[in-house]
Each structure stands twice: as C-alpha cells, then as structure tokens.
C-alpha cells in the first residue's frame, strides 16, 4: 500500500448534479500522473488532519488527470464540506498516489455494475475499462432523482451509453431496479459490483445468497451513521511484538487508546472503508465494525480494523 503524496493542481470544479461537485486534478509540473486501475481511489489531504478517500471516476487510459465525483453530506464530518467549499479551481492540493481496494476482475464473462448516488464513481472508471477491454457488462445507477444524477450527461454520451441504465426513484414503476430478478440466477462467470450507501448496499447483498463469495464485490463509501457505541465495554489489547498490555475505555477507539501509550497504527479513513489501519489478530475475538472486509474474512477473525472495530472477548492479541 503506498503513502506516496502528491501535489496537484485543482484544473477544474464543476457542479455535476445537487450536492455532487466533481474536481479534475493535473499534475503540478504538467507531466503525467502516475497510472491507476479501475475502482482506485485516492486520499485527499484536506489539512488539520483531515483525510478522505475519493474514487477515481475517469478513463483508466488518461495519464494527464484524475477526475472525483464528491457528495455533499448532511452527516459530513468536515471532508466532504471541505472539498465544497475550500476547494477550488487553481488550488494546490497534496493527494496520495492511487490505490486499489476494489478490484475489477477482468477475466468475467459479464460484469454487473451496480451503483447507488455517488456509489457511480468507481463504476465508471470500471464501466471505461470494460469498454475498452470489449467486455460484457452492464451498468445499473440508481439515484433518487435526476437533478440528483451527477455524470448523467457523460454517461448518457459514453463509448458504452448503451450498456447504462438509469433508475429514478421518484420515476415510473417500470424503470425502477428490479434486484430480484437481475440478481436471481447468476449467470456463470457473471461478477457484481456494488457501491452506494449502506441501505442500497444492504438491499443489493441482500439478494445474492446464491452467488459465490468471490463474485460479489462491493465497496462502501462511508460509514454506517446509525451504527451506535452506547453498549460498547472496555477490553484489553496485547502487544504481541512487545506483550505490553493496555486497556481500551468504552469511549475510546483500539488506535486512540494504543497512540496515547506511544503505539501508533497508520489510519486514512477512521471509518472502517479504507483498511489502511487492518491488523493481524493472533488470539481473541473481534467485534467487527468495518466495511472493508468481507464476510468470509470477518468469520476467519485473523486480521481487524481497529480504527473502529473492538473485541468480543476480554483480551485480543494484536500483531503488532
Ligand atoms: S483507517 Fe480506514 S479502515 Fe481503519
């Protein structure tokens, strides 16, 4: 995973669609970026600590820029106000080099993408790739309006426009997503993407208990806001490395707890979306909280997010 930072200079900002801004990002000196894959994401250094991650939503190909699509949120913690409002045409802004934590399997017979608001992001830089490879695919984006659909001229305009399909919530019956029945019989080697916010998210992944885990792909792009910590107890973390033990308050997260006795663990998102902070786990039992891991990986309980995950048992040991 790679911590490399770049300085770019903001060359555009558009409005995209109500509370959707997108932002192009060139290289300071003018020369190319370095490359990214499709479902790459970028953090965003936005000062005072402040981290977020951002999908790439251009053409893989392209060297010379880096396009994000960014939502306005009511329940924003200060990221997404700050690219809207402090974020400009001509800014200079320091950027990670991209990464990948949502792979495009590039060997499937058909790709189902699935996005849901701003979820369409990453879509579209798999949508380009797909297209470009002559792949099947299909690209499903559900938003709750049209004044609400960010990229729908570019996507309606596509090399692939055909392959897109628009679903309004407040439109006709019969343009609404019908999960059931494109998710029903998982065609051999069919892959799904799915992205968008966690009630879509959990809807979509609802729908697919007769798929094969490594078919189902999906990415969060932010934290569940009704997840509560009012039950949340004390435990304890050991150092495996060290043996050093330490207690962690109800009220205080593993990585909070653990860098006020001097170890750190590295953290982008704070929110259990990015695995920068993942962690082995060599005895006890996760309480999982994130987003980032799948079921299967969360059932294994060898590694955790603990930037927002505790533990179960009264001990865990990290591999630390
Ligand atoms: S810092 Fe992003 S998952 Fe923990």
Not at 101 to 106: K, M, N, Y
Not at 126 to 133: F, G, K, S, T, V
Not at 259 to 270: F, L
Not at 293 to 310: F, K
Request: charged residues 20%; negative net charge; glycine residues 10%.
């Amino acid at each position: 995973m790679s911590n490399e930072r770049l300085i770019v200079v903001v060359a555009n900002k558009s409005i995209e669609a109500q509370d959707i801004a997108s932002f192009e990002l060139v290289s300071g000196d003018g020369g190319e970026l370095p490359e990214f894959t499709a479902g790459a994401h970028i953090d965003v250094h936005l000062g005072d600590g402040l981290i977020r991650q951002y999908s790439l939503c251009n053409d893989p190909r392209e060297r010379h820029r880096y396009r994000l699509g960014v939502l306005r949120e009511a329940q924003s913690r200060g990221g997404s106000v700050a690219m809207h409002e402090r974020v400009n045409a001509g800014d200079r802004i320091s950027i990670s080099t991209p990464r990948n934590t949502f792979h495009l399997d590039e060997r499937a017979s058909h790709s189902i993408l699935l996005a849901g608001g701003i979820g369409v992001t990453p879509m579209i830089a798999m949508a380009y790739r797909l297209a470009a490879l002559g792949a099947s695919f299909e690209l499903h984006y559900c938003t709750r309006s049209r004044a609400r659909t960010a990229f729908h001229d570019l996507l309606t305009s596509a090399p692939f426009a055909d392959r897109v399909q628009l679903h309004f919530d407040d439109g006709p019956k019969d343009q609404l997503l019908d999960a059931p029945a494109l998710l029903r019989s998982p065609g051999a080697g069919t892959s799904l993407y799915v992205c968008g916010p966690k009630g879509m998210m959990d809807y979509v992944l609802g729908q697919v208990g007769g798929w094969p885990e490594g078919r189902v792909h999906r990415e969060y792009f932010s934290a569940d806001p009704q997840a509560g910590h009012d039950h949340d107890g004390s435990f304890r973390v050991r150092i495996a490395s060290t043996g050093a033990e330490y207690e962690i308050p109800a009220n205080k997260t593993i990585v909070d707890a653990l860098a006020g006795h001097g170890v750190d663990i590295p953290v982008s998102c704070e929110q259990g979306i990015c695995g920068t902070c993942l962690t082995g786990v060599l005895e006890g039992q996760p309480d999982h909280r994130d987003a980032f891991l799948s079921d299967d990986e969360h059932a294994a309980n060898t590694q955790m997010t603990p930037c927002c995950s505790r533990a179960k048992s009264a001990l865990i040991v990290l591999d630390l």
